[in-house]
């Protein structure tokens, strides 16, 4: 797909971690962003600076439907189109098999399995009036194999997974091209909550998933990536 300032990427998650330096990465890259965040008067700096031609940023939470629907119009109004959808907010609870905790496992499913099908479907229509559509889908190695105890995050994870890959099939011949993007443990304040027993050092840092997005994006419709695996650390199974 031909880099171009006319190219509108939503980005959902976009105000910290890996969210806001993909945002960062395609603003360079020349794209025009439509940032959904839940705070949207709380953009950092290196975003708020974006000139206003090449910057929307909506109020959206990921556990309210109304709000999908209120980002992906108020994209149409301020461009009239919608080319790529970065699926990139995300939450993780280390439930684990024997925890009693469903209200967590709900909010997962929630943030991490159903809005992105939801903003794909909203989104869907535009894309195959693009013609060369993006949807991006980070998802994590944790949707790909289960290491350790963190059932809850890799459900809802495989489930996103799911997700990523009907929209793969259901998009063909539309031209819409579909990448799952599989990181293990990276840079972020996830990693920092989570994995506190993790060099940060020793993670990939978003740095290296942004330039792995803005590569995918550059990628005509006949070369299409169902999935990128971003190890960190050796992976034996
Ligand atoms: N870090 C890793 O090791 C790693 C590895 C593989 C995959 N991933 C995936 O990468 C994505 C980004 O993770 P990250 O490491 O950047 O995590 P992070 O630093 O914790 O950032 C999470 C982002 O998601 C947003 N978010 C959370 N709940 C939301 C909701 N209900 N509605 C809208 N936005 C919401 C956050 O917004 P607020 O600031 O409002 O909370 C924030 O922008 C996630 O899908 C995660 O599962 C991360």
New binding site residues.
Partial sequence: MENSLKKVVMI?????????VIAEKLSEDGYRLSL????PCELPDSLSSIPEKQLLCHA????RKDNAETWIEATIEYYGRIDVLVN?????HTVGLEDDAEDLLDEMWE??AKAPLRLTRLAFPYLRKSGSGRIID?????GKRVKGNWVGYSMS?YAALAVSHTARLQGWNDGIRVTAIC????K????VRNAPNIEQGD?SR?QDIARVVSTLLLLPNESSVPEVMINCVFETH
């Fill in positions: 959902s998650g976009a105000n910290r971690g890996i969210g806001r959904g965040i839940r705070n959206y939470d990921a556990k990139n907010a995300g939450i993780l943030v991490n980070i998802i994590s190695m944790s994870k990181p293990g443990y990276v972020s304040d996830m990693t993670m978003p």
